[in-house]
């Protein structure tokens, strides 16, 4: 299998899916000729031509708007956002008439688009190109909010974003674009939107998590075994919304002990709600509060100090140590 | 170095054929055949009656709020009388008569008003966008209809309607700018109505016109007598011919005036005054296509009575059937379908939390 990072694992989904289905469009910023700022759409432009890859005048509100239109009349646009910090320009567009056409219609009209874009902090960038604000989306009925947390598993779920009947706000995190490598199927490959994932077994404490946090929260649940000798369980959410909490409820009821990792701010955040499942479904079995390893409830910090908010390995280690003594 | 003045090769016009005395322009007259006159006249006659109709319902308080149109069926009748039907419409929300038109039942709109999510399965499922209410942001949706349709090789054109207070939102911008850039088969109607609820035209821009402002996106714009039906049909059948024919959008501004209030929430006395509104009643769009017809013969004093009685009965029928469909409605454990294609499980969770409130409710008495 080849090796590959998570700019070519999504290059690949977006290139076989447009092979397989005319329906498929790309459009955005710099999409076309330059690729994308980050080039997942490398190539696609000279492969399918200026009639499938659109570069888009720069407006966000006018990307989405029009991938609205396009999808109502039966195509499957992806469009990018080159940052998620300018998604909120097309906010409007997305929690007034993608997530809602479909009901605002009966059923008659539905909205199968696809938004990606870059979200996260770690990659020492300018102003609002550093946040993680999935919650607004994933607080937004009518739309789905995927973030992979690897090269694979992001080939695999923006296969299933495409293919969703409805739109899918698809996060992609900057500091995994090239973070390493993996292998990745060239055959197909479909990860269902809405399911998590185990991806350590433990049986001492369940560590939620998704994204970026994926990585430090393994390496922690590693150093936590050598020093202490406990087995923290992995969950990767994968889907935000709609949250599948039957692994994470499941696992804390064996465990006893819970926490979730996330980049995103603390309050209201996607931990909140992933809390109160625990606490609707898993309260008699619990052993110590739940832990929360976030981050703060403040703007992200310009890049000279992204490292003190971002939750890390260390971080979560402690917390960890915390949870497992209590 | 020099500083010269730049040749713009654009200019935009002012459409009038028929005016308010009812006297025609003959050489301008759009060859509309008779049928398509007559339909049109009774489209209007319906149009107002029924607005009427709408009021005296909410006012009584079977229905909610909503937007009335009348003052402004020219506008929006004579601009979709020019669709074919595999066209698209994409409305705003106070182009009732022309959803009427494409085929929505008034009962479909009495059911709406009355705050029924049912009004939109009754409504047919052909290609016209339910209304949209946050000012302007509909148009870029018919940008990319219109731009889907020309990828799938069809030459289907979009109508999109919009208010002049749309033209401050930065999607008309967006969209108008878009359409452009794809030379994607829209015509943007804009039934400048000259208020934005209690802003006048004149506050919502600078520009001496409203049509001028395609100029800066690359495209044809022209300015009509939106109480003119046959100007307003002319102007967007001369758009339809350019999307069509594949050479790009048009912005179509249609002068008109909203008679009654922004809805029926709304006091209009407390912004404007009875003399301007007077000033626009001896415009109207529907008495002047009255003696255009009568004096082309299409039309006698007993076929007018005729029409309006044939449609004051069709919305009593439509009154009838909502009434009676609205004692059969109301279960509201529909409101969980169609937030998604399957039902999330969350969602599934709450249905059945709901089932259960009712079912305890129901043994207390009290209100779920």
């Given at each position: 299998m080849p090796k590959l990072t998570m700019v070519q694992a999504l290059n690949l989904a977006l290139q076989q899916e447009m092979a397989a289905d005319d329906r498929v469009v790309l459009l955005g910023e710099d999409v076309g000729v330059d690729g994308g700022v980050f080039r997942v759409t490398d190539g696609l432009y000279e492969a399918f031509g200026a009639e499938r890859v659109l570069d888009t005048p720069l407006a966000e509100s006018g990307i989405v708007g029009m991938s609205i239109g396009m999808a109502v009349y039966g195509l499957r646009p992806v469009c990018e956002?080159?940052?998620?910090?300018?998604?909120y320009q097309a906010f409007h567009q997305l929690e007034n008439h993608a997530a809602r056409m479909r009901w605002r219609s009966q059923g008659h009209f539905h909205v199968p688009m696809v938004l990606r874009a870059p979200y996260g902090g770690g990659?020492?960038?300018?102003?609002?190109?550093?946040?993680?604000?999935?919650a607004y989306y994933a607080h937004t009925p009518g739309l789905k909010m995927v973030i992979p947390s690897g090269p694979r598993n992001a080939r695999a779920l923006l296969v299933a974003a495409i293919r969703d009947p409805d739109p899918v706000i698809f996060f992609e995190s900057k500091a995994l674009y090239r973070a390493y490598r993996e292998e990745v199927p060239d055959k197909e490959e479909v990860l269902p939107i809405g399911t998590s994932q185990i991806t350590r077994e433990g049986s001492d404490l369940t560590i939620v998590t998704y994204g970026a946090m994926l990585r430090p929260v393994m390496a922690a649940a590693e150093e936590l075994q050598q020093q202490t000798g406990a087995a923290a369980e992995v969950i990767d959410l994968?889907?935000?919304?709609?949250?599948?909490d039957t692994l994470f409820v499941a696992s804390a009821r064996r465990t006893g002990r819970a926490m979730i990792v996330h980049?995103?701010?603390?309050?209201?955040?996607?931990g909140a709600e992933v809390v109160t499942r625990l606490v609707e479904k898993a309260f008699y079995y619990l052993e110590a509060p739940i832990a929360r390893v976030t981050g703060y409830?403040?703007?992200?910090?310009?890049?000279?100090?992204e490292k003190s908010y971002l939750p890390n390995a260390d971080r979560v280690l402690r917390a960890a140590r915390r949870l497992i003594a209590a | 170095m020099p500083r010269t003045h730049i040749e713009l090769d654009e200019s935009i016009e002012r459409l009038s054929i028929l005016d308010a005395e009812g006297n025609v322009d003959k050489e301008r007259?759009?060859?509309?055949n008779r049928e398509l006159l007559l339909k049109l006249y009774r489209a209007m006659v319906l149009g107002r009656r029924f607005d009427e109709r709408l009021l005296a319902l909410q006012r009584q308080g079977r229905i909610g709020t909503f937007p009335p149109i009348s003052g402004q069926e020219a506008a929006h009748l004579g601009a979709v009388a020019?669709?074919?039907?595999?066209d698209w419409m994409v409305p705003a929300f106070r182009e009732t008569a022309a959803e009427v038109w494409r085929g929505r039942s008034l009962e479909s709109v009495i059911l709406g008003n009355a705050g029924f999510n049912e009004a939109a399965a009754l409504a047919?499922?052909?290609?016209n966008l339910p209304v949209a209410?946050?000012?302007?942001?509909q148009m870029l949706h018919a940008v990319g209809l219109g731009w889907a349709a020309r990828y799938r090789g069809k030459d289907q054109v979009v109508l999109t309607f919009f208010g002049d207070?749309?033209?401050?939102?930065?999607d008309f911008h967006e969209a108008m700018n878009f359409a452009g850039v794809y030379q994607a088969p829209v015509i943007f109607v804009c039934q400048?109505?000259?208020?934005?609820i209690s802003i006048p035209r004149h506050a919502q821009t600078?520009?001496?016109?409203?049509?001028?402002?395609?100029l800066a996106y690359g495209m044809p714009g022209i300015q009509v007598d939106g109480n003119d039906v046959l100007a307003v049909y002319a102007a967007v059948a001369e758009a339809a011919a350019r999307a069509r024919a594949g050479n790009g959008p048009t912005l179509v501004e249609c002068e008109t005036?909203?008679?009654?209030?922004?809805?029926?929430?709304?006091?209009p006395k407390r912004y404007r005054t009875d003399e301007e509104v007077e000033g626009w009643r001896r415009k109207d769009p529907i008495l002047r296509f009255e003696t255009y017809l009568k004096r082309r013969r299409l039309l006698t004093k007993a076929k007018i009575e005729a029409v309006d009685a044939e449609v004051r009965e069709a919305i009593q029928t439509a009154v009838d059937a909502a009434e009676t469909r609205m004692a059969s409605?109301?279960?509201?454990?529909?409101?969980?379908?169609?937030?998604?294609a399957e039902m999330t499980p969350a969602i599934a969770a709450h249905r059945e939390e709901f089932l259960a409130e009712t079912a305890a409710a129901a043994e207390e008495g009290s209100d779920a």
């Open positions: 956002m080159q940052f998620s910090g300018f998604s990659v020492r960038a300018l102003e609002h190109h550093s946040e993680s604000r999935e994968q889907t935000i919304a709609p949250l599948d980049e995103a701010p603390r309050s209201f955040g996607p409830d403040i703007v992200i910090p310009l890049f000279a100090r | 007259d759009p060859d509309i020019v669709l074919q039907p595999e047919p499922p052909g290609p209410v946050p000012v302007g942001s207070g749309a033209t401050s939102e930065g400048n109505n000259q208020w934005a600078r520009s001496a016109t409203i049509a001028q402002k395609a005036y909203r008679m009654k209030m922004h809805t029926t929430a709304d006091d409605l109301g279960d509201p454990i529909d409101m969980f379908d169609h937030a998604y």
